[in-house]
């Protein structure tokens, strides 16, 4: 079994270091042959997928998606390659983080997507991509994931048989989804 340690300090109390010991020590003692690896978090904009960039290296995949209050934005993701296989690596935080928020109302958060996300995925899948990882954090969004579905290619409906439009929180009066798309797009 393979672990990835990579915590961010505990407030100004604890630093992501003395964490990742703590940690590491007790996986070594439960499951003695693990391979771990300990690594410091970044802050940097990119989070996660910077950090394992710097580790092991990989290419940046750059483009368009709309964030959590779907205004189009400019990212990018993490190429890498983990155990012989490319890997794409996301974090949420550029797409949906929760510094977007700031000075929205509460009806503009009420209906904040993560369909941006989706759409980050979606072109790893399309460009052959098989394994991705997901950096999840502070986000801006309570949607469940469904717009990240609704980028797959989920159609969502309410309990009138009515289909959410995306760009909408579809949490909030999904009654149906229907995955069809989802699993071809992703081969079952």
């Given amino acids: ?73 400019i990212g990018r993701y993490l190429i890498t390659n983990i155990d012989s296989q490319d890997t794409a690596i996301i974090d949420s935080e550029q797409v949906v983080g929760v510094d977007l928020a700031k000075n929205k109302s509460r009806d503009q958060l009420f209906h904040a997507t993560s369909y941006g996300i989706g759409e980050l995925i979606v072109d790893a899948v399309t460009s052959g991509i098989k394994n991705i990882v997901l950096c999840l954090g502070k986000t801006a969004v309570a949607d469940g994931g469904l717009g990240v579905l609704q980028a797959l290619g989920a159609k969502i409906y309410d309990e009138n048989g009515s289909l959410i439009p995306e760009g909408e929180n579809p949490l909030i009066s999904a009654d149906r989804i229907d995955l069809e798309d989802v699993t071809q797009l992703l081969g079952n």
């Fill in 1 to 73: 079994m393979k672990f990835i340690i990579a915590p961010g300090k505990y407030n100004n109390h604890v630093s992501s270091e003395k964490i990742g010991q703590a940690i590491y020590s007790g996986i070594s003692r439960a499951l003695p042959n693990a391979e771990i690896a300990t690594m410091p978090v970044t802050d940097s904009k990119y989070g996660m997928p910077a950090l394992v960039e710097h580790t092991v290296g990989g290419q940046w995949n750059e483009l368009a998606f709309f964030d959590a209050f779907w205004n189009s934005k």
